[in-house]
């Protein structure tokens, strides 16, 4: 399949991002060039991405760079990471309950570590540690769990006391009167926080300076594939030719779904049906107060995950909402339980202000795991599913998937998480590792 | 905080009920295949559109029944009447929230639905 | 010095009762009635805070809640906007973002740097080497705006509300008020919600003309019995209606959180004035109109010595007149609706020295006010579900469209005299509560217990209200020159451009590049002109550009208001009191608080083999099942059969879910013909219940059976031993000959004096056992009991630990621990209770195909060193080699065989007895340890439990 790829015209080279650099556009008053450029869409590409959001940024990235790949565009309805890549939490970490869990999120995790430098701009990785804390016998007998399946996998990550805790992390109460005392926590030091945006950016910037048109404000309404046993030619047997846009069709062999939160009807276009119900799952940030939590705290037990950016504020997250349904708006009630579950944790931090609340999509598949790789439907990709993980899954999954498109081949490292899987029963354990979860 | 329209108790907030899921027929548990059964078990429609599904009054009546929801905007349509179909038996297998009530919700590495 | 003016008409304070407090490290006198920031100005002082990023003095720009250069700290509450919060006695009020102090300031040598500290700054720098960011971060991380959190900080008493009024209406002006009036008067219960800390709304600072016709109307809407909050604020219009409303003026709550079902809401939040953007215009003394009013007329300060004012509408006109009157000498009025302008302040970092203006004029001065137009707040709308559009002849936003249940009144809606503000608030509250009506009826229909509500649904009222005008107005966003468009965030229009023209150009990507609009303030100073600089640099439309989506809450709300008293349950049995006294160490289980031993559980395990214990298992769920069809639902719900359980016995259920999952198990026992006692695990009490009622209600509606939960309706309580037999022979007449009354029966009756106690032999320690279910009320009765009457036989309590100890070696499994999210039945090792003759149950066809399939198995274990007890979930691997095959999933040491056991998930191929497997240790080191012929490591046979 590689032969039928081509290169598109790479741009100028991009501008490097260093200090000496702003230290001369400072003098000189030069500007930088365009991060990105706005391209007229062609009729025609050897591969379309759909949504440009980590994954799909990531993909285009990967398929320009690992394999040459460049006659690629990149489709989002709105701007560039406006999606979940702009509305997650920004952690990673690889403290995952199975092997292949743990393989995958590592493998990740490392492509963060060299991201600056691969992609030349500062994404502000944030190596400051992870703990989920243990409320209860089983919960630490869980971390314990994790703990040594890590270990086994050369991961840093072990169960500490709530003296160790104490340490890392101040502001906690490890006495033993709150009604979810904390008896111990998992701590997982490379874990951290990143800036989101700047991890977007610096694909799309990579992207389009190795050739790749990046469309925004470009919206799919459907996928054009012939030959199926559905109907209109869709479904299983057919071959995809191409998508349909608010900007009119064009042509294409390959069409890769890489959306959250819309994953099941982008594919529903291509006529095939998947496992996935859309959940939202809120966020919030307080005002900025001066930095006094150093690691990234999380609660299973209680359904909250705190981390302190540089600016000051706390970042918090929570479990899913659990009603299905594609309305973002943000609810009172989750403002509230987050609030009394943080307070549990950190008693102290009682005057601190709630400055905003959002929400995001999270297509949350039976497993918690995501669905990836090749359809029934030729020509069609997905990298969706990813419920709550497909920020910290981002670079991983656009390597692993370029080569799926570049190879027509099944990656090892994806294999696991193909849509079969539902038919044959095989699912993914990380349905319990996800569901201990952040 | 939706109002959602129980038919024994009427509008009700959110929190006092839970979503069990989109309503499936049960496949004849004699002749079903693994794909017939897999599909029942995981595979559920998901527009942003109406879909018919089944909520559990579980601070009020008790009583389980089905709903139509318009997934896109939340607003509900014709809410039953006491006496209406109920939803078939539908298995959901994502946990989700912190409802905690869903079945297995005690097995260990079960116990919370994901999250970042 | 002071500042403070002779009495003005409209004034707020009370002179006669002096507040003494600390600003900044120097004792000062305010009044009651002033605002923090009022008072530090009385006192001369007019440089409030640093800025973020470049460490610029800051004096007050809009001096209310918005003020995004007058946060301090109060004591220990960080970010407070002292242009809002009232002084109270005695405050220590501190400067924030400040070092070392407020005067000089090290880090304003940003400033220097300041040009090469570009948009993107960060991205840009620190890449190389990646290893030495965490070390810049913690620098940068000292940079952190905001103030200081005491992580000591006492939890405050916290409250919340609920309340179901028929109209709220946000916002306590003109327009608002008059719209409360009305619905008040049509008959609506009514809840006024005003941000400030008076009704009025711009009246409050107006006229006395203005201000007699607010009262006047405050009068009237306190008579009409509407609920009136001050210094409250809706945050939020959440789906149907739920509104939240963070009230700071509660007598005793620090804050408190109100939550409101609003049949309908009245919008009628006024307009936020705008700053403007030009050279210097950060520089301490720039003041928008609506500042300098505030500051004169409601606090008697005196803003300033000698001012130019930029005005473009009436708040500006207006404020000439009263800084006039205020003794502030008038150095030049500029019309901004003609061509004047302002170019740019000049002067120290601290003040103005002077001001800058079209045509080539400087004027000296010390104080520029800018009055250049408004912006509309429409957070609220936003919220349900409105996309305002912008109107380039009014140069602002106003609502398209908003959902039946929400109205807009005020100056969201339009402008107009004051009778007109007047005259559409009132309509819109008439419109409101007529809606509230039919909304009302709508509600009650649609429950049928209430359907004998009267009459047909009213038609809902149509809006017919007369639309208010829209004024023209200028559209003035930013000067010849730039300045800074997000106080808080420190970003400058040079930066926006510059940011636009790099590509990040659509307002959502130009918001997250530069952070402008996500400071304190959400936007409402900073988002239009920072949309009218995009639109400038990209040659576009302020509507071509779009806007953001602004985000709950309107207003920042307090973690401990949002919290409120924290009602997390704890569940404790009927014994509790007793294990507490009694020296229990208490352990949490789910809900549940349990003795989890008294002192030595190997010695109440030791006790149990050869006396008798009891143990409280109350938290054991319980349901009672009646009716003809109970067998039918039990064979549903658990994997094995029910068809053939007689009257008086008892019988062990596996039940999965559709998955083949297993998901619970217990006992249960047929009392009588037609009920049944089932139990559950401790944590699956609710799902159970929750389960059968799922497959009754929805498969099955013509069953008869009825569920009945009785968890704590009964106290349950195990007697185990070989005394047991002994002991409960002196405390009923039950026969308790092994003939009449075997394993696994049950019997009803008198147990030491009390009637309906349920009884049944099982074994789950292994010994001779009875485990009674008695009326909870009873509970500690029987307890004491049990112990008195045992005695001479060595009774003595025992607990979890104990007990889980027994059932290892027992090789009882425990759902959840000895299982997981995918442990399907036959890995349990209880094929023979899977009976796949029965025509239907819950996961029969996962369980079909899973007999057939390689699954894991559970298996005992021993290790080959019997002190050695690895820790639960040692992981099993491939020697030498880090593959892992299974996992400990229960360990401990027996008291009883004096050697380390378990229980282990292991692949088939190692689940043969006298299998090796090799175990990890938490030290990393390795053990090995053998799989057991028998799941049971003592009598594995059952003759103790038969006896």
């Known amino acids: 399949m590689a032969g039928i790829f081509r290169r598109n015209g790479a741009g100028d080279a991009p501008a490097r991002y260093s200090a000496p650099q702003l230290a001369r556009k400072g003098l000189t008053g030069e500007e930088w060039p365009r991060v990105w450029r706005d391209h007229e869409i062609k009729p025609a590409y050897d591969v379309i991405i759909i949504g440009g959001g980590v994954h799909g940024l990531a993909t285009a990235y990967y398929l320009a760079t690992n394999h040459g790949i460049t006659n690629v565009a990149v489709l989002d309805k709105g701007y560039l990471g406006g999606g979940g890549s702009g509305r997650n939490t920004a952690i990673v970490r690889s403290n995952y309950l199975t092997p292949e869990g743990v393989a995958f999120y590592d493998r990740s995790l490392s492509l963060y570590n060299s991201m600056a430098a691969d992609l030349n701009i500062n994404v502000m990785f944030s190596e400051r540690g992870h703990l989920t804390l243990a409320h209860t016998d089983s919960a630490l007998r869980t971390m314990h769990w994790r703990a040594e399946v890590n270990k086994l996998q050369g991961i840093d990550s072990s169960v500490i006391d709530p003296d160790e805790v104490k340490k890392l992390a101040p502001s906690l109460d490890v006495s033993t009167h709150p009604r979810y005392p904390i008896l111990g926590a998992l701590y997982h030091p490379p874990g951290g926080i990143i800036r989101h945006d700047a991890v977007v950016w610096g694909y799309a910037r990579g992207a389009d300076h190795r050739g790749v048109h990046l469309h925004q404000k470009t919206e799919v309404l459907d996928i054009l594939v012939e030959g199926g046993d559905g109907p209109g030619g869709k479904g299983a047997g057919g071959k995809v030719t191409g998508v349909r846009t608010n900007k009119g069709d064009i042509s294409a062999p390959i069409v890769v779904n890489c959306t959250a939160g819309w994953g099941s009807l982008i594919s529903n276009m291509a006529g095939v049906k998947l496992p996935i119900n859309t959940h939202p799952l809120e966020a919030a940030v307080t005002e900025p107060v001066k930095v006094f939590l150093p690691t990234v705290v999380v609660s299973g037990s209680l359904h909250v995950y705190v981390s302190q950016t540089d600016r000051g504020e706390l970042v918090f997250g929570a479990s899913v909402d659990p009603l299905a349904t594609y309305s973002m708006r943000g609810s009172l009630s989750f403002t509230e339980e987050l609030a009394g579950h943080i307070l549990e944790l950190m008693p102290g931090i009682s005057k601190m202000r709630l400055l905003r609340q959002w929400a995001g999509l999270c297509d949350m598949t039976p497993d918690y795991s995501p669905i990836m790789g090749f359809t029934p439907v030729e020509g069609h990709l997905t990298d969706v599913g990813w419920g709550t993980y497909g920020f910290k899954a981002g670079p991983v999954s656009g390597e692993q998937m370029a080569e799926c498109i570049a190879t027509n081949t099944t990656p090892k490292l994806i294999a696991p998480f193909a849509l079969e899987r539902f038919s044959t029963g095989q699912l993914v354990g990380e349905k319990g590792a996800a569901a201990v979860g952040h | 905080m939706l109002l959602v329209p129980c038919p024994h108790c009427g509008p009700r907030n959110q929190s006092d009920l839970r979503l069990v899921g989109a309503t499936v027929p049960r496949p004849d548990p004699n002749a079903t295949t693994p794909e017939e059964w897999g599909d029942y078990l995981y595979l559920r429609d998901n527009p942003a559109d109406w879909i018919e599904e089944t909520w559990y009054c579980r601070a009020g009546c008790r009583r389980y029944f089905t709903l139509t929801r318009h997934q896109g905007t939340n607003e509900f349509r014709n809410p039953p009447m006491p006496g209406d179909k109920v939803g078939t038996a539908t298995y959901t297998t994502i946990s989700v929230g912190s409802s905690g009530s869903q079945p297995g919700a005690n097995i260990e590495p079960h116990t919370t639905g994901g999250a970042s | ?947």
């Open chain 3, 1 to 947: 010095m002071t500042e403070r003016l002779q009495p003005q008409s409209g004034e707020v304070i009370d002179r006669s009762t002096p507040l003494p407090f600390v600003w900044n490290g120097k004792e000062c006198t305010g009044y009651v009635g002033d605002t923090i920031a009022s008072a530090i100005m009385a006192n001369g002082h007019r440089i409030f805070a640093r800025s973020m990023k470049y460490h610029r003095p800051r004096g007050l720009l809009t001096a209310d809640f918005w003020d995004p250069n007058a946060f301090v700290q109060v004591d220990d509450d960080p970010n407070v906007r002292s242009g809002h919060r009232l002084l109270e006695v005695g405050v220590t009020v501190s400067p924030q973002n400040v070092w070392p102090s407020l005067d000089v300031d090290v880090k304003a040598a940003n400033q220097l740097v300041g040009r090469f500290l570009s948009p993107g700054f960060y991205y840009k720098t620190f890449i190389h080497p990646q290893k030495l960011w965490p070390a810049y971060e913690k620098v940068l991380s000292t940079f952190a705006p905001g103030g200081e959190v005491d992580i000591e900080t006492p939890l405050a008493y916290h409250d919340k509300r609920y309340t179901h009024p028929d109209v709220v209406v946000a916002g306590g002006g003109p327009a608002g008020m008059a719209a409360a009036l009305a619905a008040a008067e049509a008959g609506a219960s009514v809840l006024l919600v005003e941000h400030e800390h008076g009704l009025g709304g711009h009246l409050r600072w107006g006229s006395d003309e203005e201000r007699a016709v607010a009262a006047d109307l405050e009068a009237k809407v306190r008579a009409a019995g509407v609920e009136v909050l001050t210094d409250s604020t809706v945050t939020g219009r959440y789906e149907d209606n739920w509104v939240g409303i963070v009230q700071r003026s509660h007598p005793i709550a620090v804050e408190r959180l109100i939550k409101a079902r609003a049949k309908t809401l009245v919008v009628a939040a006024g307009l936020i004035e705008r700053p403007y953007v030009f050279a210097g215009n950060d520089r301490p003394g720039v003041m928008l109109s609506g500042a300098v009013r505030r500051l004169i007329n409601l606090y008697a300060v005196k803003p300033g010595e000698r001012a130019v004012v930029f005005s473009a509408n009436d708040s500006g006109d207006a404020s000439v007149a009263d800084l006039e009157r205020a003794g502030v000498e008038i150095a030049a009025v500029v019309d901004g609706r003609t061509t004047g302008n302002v170019i740019a302040t000049h002067g120290s970092q601290k003040a103005i020295k002077s001001v800058e203006l079209s045509g080539g004029r400087t004027v000296e001065a010390d104080l520029l006010v800018t009055a250049v137009g408004w912006t509309a707040p429409t957070s609220l709308l936003n919220m349900a579900g409105d996309r305002p559009v912008y109107d380039p002849a009014v140069a602002r936003f106003f609502p398209s469209g908003t959902p039946d249940n929400v109205l807009v009144t005020g100056g969201l809606a339009g402008d107009g005299t004051l009778d007109q503000l007047i005259e559409h608030g009132s309509a819109t509250g008439s419109l409101a509560a007529g809606r509230a009506v039919a909304i009302a009826h709508r509600l009650q229909a649609a429950t049928v217990r209430a359907a004998a509500v009267e009459g047909a649904e009213p038609d809902l009222a149509a809006d017919v209200r007369t639309p208010l005008g829209r004024d023209p107005h200028p559209e003035l966003f930013r000067s010849t020159t730039h300045g800074i468009v997000d106080y808080s965030e420190d970003v400058g229009s040079k930066d926006l451009v510059s940011a636009a023209k790099e590509g990040y150009d659509s307002v959502e990507l130009l918001k997250r590049y530069t952070t402008a609009t996500m400071g304190p303030a959400q936007g409402k100073l900073e988002t239009v002109n920072t949309v009218a600089v995009l639109a400038e640099a990209r040659g576009e439309t302020i509507a071509e550009v779009g806007t953001t989506i602004w985000r709950p809450p309107y207003a920042p709300i307090t973690l401990g208001a949002l919290a409120g008293r924290i009602f997390e349950p704890e569940r404790v049995s009927s014994i509790h009191p007793w294990h507490v006294a009694n020296g229990a160490k208490p352990i949490l289980a789910g809900q549940w608080i349990r003795p989890e031993h008294y002192g030595d559980p190997a010695g109440e395990v030791t006790n149990v083999r050869t006396n008798v214990g009891i143990i409280d298992v109350t938290p054991l769920g319980k349901l009672v099942l009646d009716g003809p069809d109970v067998p039918k639902l039990l064979n549903l719900l658990y994997t094995n059969s029910w068809n053939k359980l007689d009257v008086g016995s008892v019988r062990y259920g596996l039940m999965c879910a559709e998955d083949g999952v297993v998901m619970d198990d217990g006992v249960t026992g047929r009392l009588s013909e037609n009920r049944w006692l089932m139990t559950t695990t401790s944590s699956g009490a609710g799902s159970v219940w929750e389960w059968a009622e799922n497959w009754l209600q929805t498969a099955h509606p013509d069953w008869e059976v009825f569920v009945t939960p009785v968890t704590t309706a009964y106290t349950s309580i195990n007697v185990a031993g070989p005394k047991s037999r002994e002991l409960m022979s002196r405390l009923t007449d039950i026969d308790l000959d092994p003939d009449a009354f075997g394993y696994m029966k049950v019997r009803t009756g008198e147990i030491a004096g009390v009637d309906d106690c349920i009884m049944w032999r099982i074994g789950f320690t292994g010994e001779l056992s009875y485990e009674l279910h008695v009326p909870a009320g009873y509970g500690l009765h029987v307890w004491e009991a049990l112990l008195e009457a045992g005695a001479d036989l060595g009774v003595a309590p025992f607990g979890l630990e104990a007990q889980r100890i027994m059932r290892i070696e027992k090789g009882h499994f425990i759902v959840g621990q000895d299982t997981d999210g995918l442990t399907k039945a036959p890995t349990t090792g209880l094929q023979p209770l899977i009976k796949l003759d029965k025509d239907d149950f819950v996961g029969k066809p996962e369980l079909t195909w899973a007999m057939e399939q390689d699954l894991p198995v559970l298996v005992s274990v021993k290790m080959t060193d019997k002190t050695i007890v690895p820790p639960e979930a040692s992981q099993i691997v491939r020697p030498g080699t880090n593959e892992i095959l299974g996992r400990i999933t229960s360990s401990r040491y027996s008291p009883t065989l004096g050697e380390s056991i378990g229980l282990a998930q292991v692949p088939p191929e190692l689940a043969s007895a006298g299998s090796e497997l090799t175990v990890v240790l938490t030290s990393g080191e390795r053990t090995t340890a053998v799989v057991q012929e028998h799941h049971a490591h003592f009598d594995p046979e059952g003759a103790r439990l038969r006896v």
